[in-house]
């Protein structure tokens, strides 16, 4: 398998698009198809127009990323990973448009279960009346074969439009998917897989007594979690609800995460605290702390793990929390660094707004926060 | 900036964990006293059981071994009549009568006096004095027999007083204890055939 990975950051879509394809015909004479993370400031209605018109092919994904990975550089525009099997590998695109739809979850475990031999990435958007996060934990039910370790994923980035619209949308068959999913389904290709974690629990543990999807309302002894998240806020000028990624919440009691299931919080309201994935009544919670160095030595330990398994590669796949890139501060290099010099690769990724991979006895999917999934691919 | 951010979150997050670890030991330490008061105290009258009782009574004994100035007085209360007022107004009605006598020996004693419901309808008070409480046992049957006119309720009791009443003050504290509890009974009931005599 060929692989590259490429970027513009001009500041026009067609510009981008064509600065990229210049570069792609310098390397490549043809390709099988090409993965566009997409920065959500380009105009979305015209995303596939111009990636058919510039690039002539039906092969592609494209998701919106508010930032991604070429390489060991930090993208604010486009970046694409260019694939061309040289031997047995084959792609194939699933995806559906509306999760919400009654039987979205079933048809999506079918796939699964269909393919239980093939590698699946899946790239989803936020989730609109149903959350993405629970829609994958619902999936996970219904998957029939182990080891579940071939499904890993991200939700694309984005930030909400002057509609209100929040843009974490996938581009794919000349579709804007809005409240779906794409998977990309790798046939013929060995790959290894680890998630970086690095936080760690501290102090008392909390009984969560009410929850709904994304939303934690009451701990134990009735307390409302929202006082004890603004108890955390004070004396904080001009709080900003990214502070909070410094110290996630670690959920206890689930012991099959691969690593501990993280939750970042993503909105304070009166009665309730919402966060990036969901909660579920009578888990228990610490809340938990992290420094760079502790997330960039969790990010080196994975990669040596992955360089054991696979020895060498040909592509890597990085989907790190946007909440964790956060907390790395200036050192958000340092993870892409990391991977592409312990594997020797080019390295394709983007910050997520969740994560998807296998919890720990490989059984079931589980849908991470603020984790970096690292994927190491080679075709057969 | 960032670093002032995170040492101001960390030190929130710190005050909420001694916050809530305050609030942990303090229901730890309620409950450990509602444990203990579940176990000392008679559930019906709030009096001291039998348990504490003989608890406490040790204790006394083993005091008053090594400092004979004071004496322990042991009053046995049984109830008179108390079986008729079940059997015609009801068990209800009967742990009402008890609730009541139980206040009225509570007001009537020193708050130093340890006063238990022993059984059904009796009670033992321990009482550390030097004077003998005939004179005030007597005058609290007669206020529960005013009090309780109408059912025709009163007491028979008897007394029995460490060291006096014991010949060897060297033997095992639980084995006096046991006496005490006997020739206080005995009494009580000679007490009792008295006053049906009289009757």
């Known amino acids: ?380 | 900036m960032r670093e002032e951010i995170k040492i101001r979150l960390l030190q929130n997050l710190l005050e909420e964990v001694t916050k809530k670890y305050d609030s942990i030991l303090y229901l730890k330490e309620q409950k450990l006293k509602d444990t203990y008061l579940m176990a000392i105290k008679d559930e019906l009258t709030g009096l001291y059981n039998r348990y504490y009782l003989k608890d406490y009574l040790a204790k006394l004994i083993e005091k008053l071994k090594r400092n004979q100035n004071n004496k322990l007085f042991l009053i046995f209360i049984d109830l008179d009549n108390f079986k008729l007022i079940n059997d015609t107004y009801g068990h209800n009605k009967g742990d009402n009568v008890l609730k009541e006598v139980a206040e009225i020996l509570t007001v009537n004693f020193r708050k130093y006096d340890v006063i238990s419901r022993y059984g059904g309808d009796e009670f033992i008070v321990l009482l550390e004095s030097n004077e003998h409480p005939t004179k005030k046992i007597n005058a609290l049957r007669q206020k529960i027999e005013e009090n309780f006119k109408e059912f025709n309720l009163s007491f028979s009791y008897g007394i029995s007083i460490f060291p006096d009443d014991i010949e060897d003050i060297n033997m095992e504290t639980q084995e006096i204890i046991k006496q005490l509890i006997e020739i206080a009974d005995k009494r009580m009931y000679e007490d009792k055939t008295k006053r049906e005599k009289v009757i």
């Open chain 1, 1 to 380: 398998m060929k692989t590259q990975v490429f970027k513009s950051q001009e500041k026009t879509l067609p510009f981008a698009l064509e600065n990229i394809k210049n570069q792609i015909d310098k390397n490549f004479d043809s390709y099988d198809f090409l993965i566009f993370a997409i920065s959500p400031d380009y105009p979305y209605i015209d995303i596939n127009y111009y990636i058919k018109k510039v690039f002539n092919t039906e092969k592609y994904l494209g998701f919106h990323a508010i930032h991604s990975f070429c390489d060991t550089e930090i993208v604010e525009g486009i970046s694409v990973a260019v694939i061309k099997f040289e031997r047995t590998g084959k792609v194939e695109f699933f995806y559906l448009e509306d999760i919400d739809e009654d039987d979205t979850v079933i048809k999506t475990a079918n796939y699964f279960n269909s393919n239980p031999d093939k590698l699946h990435i899946v790239i989803g958007g936020l989730g609109n009346k149903k959350r993405f996060g629970t829609f994958i934990e619902e999936v996970s039910q219904f998957i029939n074969y182990q080891p579940v370790n071939n499904i890993i994923g991200g939700v694309s980035s984005g930030h909400r439009d002057a509609n209100g619209e929040v843009l974490s949308y996938q581009f794919v068959d000349s579709k804007i998917i809005k409240n779906g999913f794409v998977i990309i389904t790798l046939s013929n290709i060995d790959f290894a897989i680890d998630i970086a974690l690095g936080f760690k629990p501290y102090g008392v543990t909390y009984e969560i007594k009410k929850a709904k999807d994304y939303k934690l309302y009451l701990v134990d002894d009735n307390r409302n979690f929202s006082d004890i998240t603004r108890s955390f806020m004070k004396g904080i000028d001009n709080f900003d609800i990214r502070y909070l990624w410094y110290i996630p919440i670690y959920i206890l009691d689930d012991e099959e995460g691969y690593v501990a299931t993280l939750r970042t919080f993503k909105k304070v309201a009166k009665d309730y605290v919402e966060f990036f994935g969901p909660i579920k009544e009578g888990q228990k919670l610490k809340l938990s702390f992290a420094t760079p160095e502790e997330l960039l030595k969790e990010n080196f330990k994975i990669a040596k793990k992955v360089k054991e398994r696979i020895e060498y590669c040909e592509i890597l796949f990085d989907f790190s929390c946007t909440a964790r890139q956060y907390v790395l501060e200036e050192r958000q290099r340092e993870e892409i660094e990391i991977y592409v010099s312990t594997l020797n690769s080019n390295l394709f990724g983007f910050f997520t707004f969740g994560e998807i991979g296998p919890d720990k006895h490989l059984k079931k999917l589980k849908f991470y926060n603020e984790t970096s999934i690292l994927l190491a691919m080679k075709e057969r």
